[in-house]
């Protein structure tokens, strides 16, 4: 038995999609072959994301989210997908929601915290953004979504993760190779078929683990 925990911000959360984002869609895919095996499988998968969650505020609540629902004779896995709204440029004070040095220090913190738990641990990339249509944003006029940060602060997870020896699962360079703009929904958040790409890298991401 597995217990799936997703801790992430808006799009984690599943926002503007009407089967609930790739997060929700992990966990009916998951439950249905649990039913479909007889009960043979039994895992758990909690989809725990928040709208406008940075690494700071998913520190906040990490720990107490995870030891509400943890079974320590159980495997457990984490899925982060955190960090975009840490990158978030505001074009009055030219200064990011989180530095990036500071967004480093909390990926770092996020591993350690984790790993008191389980060495199953891997975070999810960045999406990339229509700036477009969020640069600025139309809900908050003086900042910005701006690719050249999106993809700093991506790269710096992968530089983290490297160092913790945790698993990074690379979004943003792939979908830059693609007409990624026809896979938003308002120009930061998936639509149905984004989410529907997101789900099979996540479910490719734990097959091996769960078979």
């Not at 709204?85 to 220090?105: C, M, Y």
Request: proline content about 4%; glycine content about 6%; charged content about 20%.
């Amino acid at each position: 038995m597995a217990n799936i925990f997703i801790f992430g911000d808006s799009i984690t959360y599943g926002c503007w999609d009407e089967k609930g984002g790739w997060a929700t869609r992990l966990k009916h895919f998951i439950d249905s072959q649990i039913v479909a095996s007889n009960f043979t499988k039994d895992h758990f998968v909690y989809p725990l994301g928040i709208p406008g969650d940075t690494t700071y505020t998913l520190l906040r609540r990490f720990k107490q989210e995870t030891d509400a629902r943890i079974v320590p004779t159980e495997q457990t896995i984490f899925l982060f997908a955190i960090g975009v709204n840490d990158s978030i440029f505001n074009n009055k004070t030219n200064s990011h929601v989180i530095p990036l040095w500071k967004f480093k220090d909390n990926l770092h913190e996020l591993c350690k915290a984790a790993a008191r738990y389980t060495d199953k641990i891997f975070f999810i990339g960045f999406t990339p953004v229509d700036e477009s249509r969020v640069d600025p944003m139309s809900w908050l006029p003086e900042s910005s979504y701006k690719n050249v940060y999106i993809q700093a602060y991506n790269d710096a997870i992968g530089e983290v993760c490297q160092e913790e020896k945790v698993s990074f699962i690379e979004i943003f360079h792939h979908w830059m190779h693609q007409e990624y703009q026809a896979l938003l929904q308002d120009g930061i958040h998936p639509n149905s078929q984004g989410h529907e790409k997101l789900f099979e890298t996540a479910l490719t991401t734990l097959k091996t683990i769960l078979e």
